[in-house]
T-cell receptor
Framework: EAQVTQNPRYLITVTGKKLTVTCSQN?????MSWYRQDPGLGLRQIYY???????DKGDVPEGYKVSRKEKRNFPLILESPSPNQTSLYFC??????????????FGPGTRLTVT | ELKVEQNPLFLSMQEGKNYTIYCNYS?????LYWYRQDPGKSLESLFV?????AVKQEGRLMASLDTKARLSTLHITAAVHDLSATYFC?????????????FGTGTRLQVFP
């Protein structure tokens, strides 16, 4: 089954404790992206990757890191989480390329609480 | 900066009634998406609208796109409780970051008996 998976689905942590949220897709998609969803603000893009070893900032990248060492995986790293990073996070992927836009498929979401 | 606005933000409607959700966006975009989200769940793709005048229908939902007016509508016909959810429209936001989505703030729909 074609899908985007995320782990963990729920996470409660404390300020400053490094964490990683994993994202994996099995559709051979080139484009992968992370969004956060906050009440009243909708979904905003954090980072994206257009291919292996190619990543760039989205609209709200502060406090986050990403890497894309393999095509299927795109982990989101919070080196020193803070309470304002409490949010619902979605990973998404799409088949993209030069001159082509792809429909994005979303993972199930990770609800993160930082105390 | 591309902005996407939806209205209304909240919609409470009786079963059997019709209503329309509006999505306006501020700059040109060559495609528009509609998603549905149930509480605590992921986003489910409903429609992808690719060109001016595009109309797509699925069950009681029909979406249309007017690229000249930069407007999309999601029309609900004879609402049922199962349609209760939050609906988002989104457009592609950047010529370089080709698949980046700019989302509207969502319309929370509640259908009651």
């Amino acid at each position: 089954e074609a899908q985007v998976t995320q782990n963990p689905r729920y996470l409660i942590t404390v300020t400053g404790k490094k964490l990683t949220v994993t994202c994996s897709q099995n559709m051979n998609h080139e484009y992968m992206s992370w969004y956060r969803q906050d009440p009243g603000l909708g979904l905003r893009q954090i980072y994206y990757s257009m291919n292996v070893e190619v990543t760039d900032k989205g609209d709200v990248p502060e406090g986050y890191k990403v890497s894309r060492k393999e095509k299927r995986n795109f982990p989101l790293i919070l080196e020193s989480p803070s309470p304002n990073q409490t949010s619902l996070y979605f990973c998404a992927s799409s088949l993209s390329g030069v001159g082509r836009r792809g429909e994005q498929y979303f993972g199930p979401g990770t609800r993160l609480t930082v105390t | 900066e591309l902005k996407v606005e939806q209205n209304p933000l909240f919609l409470s409607m009786q079963e059997g009634k019709n209503y329309t959700i509006y999505c306006n966006y501020s700059t040109t975009s060559d495609r528009l998406y509609w998603y549905r989200q149930d509480p605590g769940k992921s986003l489910e793709s409903l429609f992808v609208l690719l060109s001016n005048g595009a109309v797509k229908q699925e069950g009681r939902l029909m979406a249309s796109l007017d690229t000249k007016a930069r407007l999309s509508t999601l029309h609900i016909t004879a609402a049922v409780h199962d349609l209760s959810a939050t609906y988002f429209c989104a457009v592609n936001g950047d010529d370089y970051n080709t698949d980046k989505l700019i989302f509207g703030t969502g319309t929370r729909l509640q259908v009651f008996p």
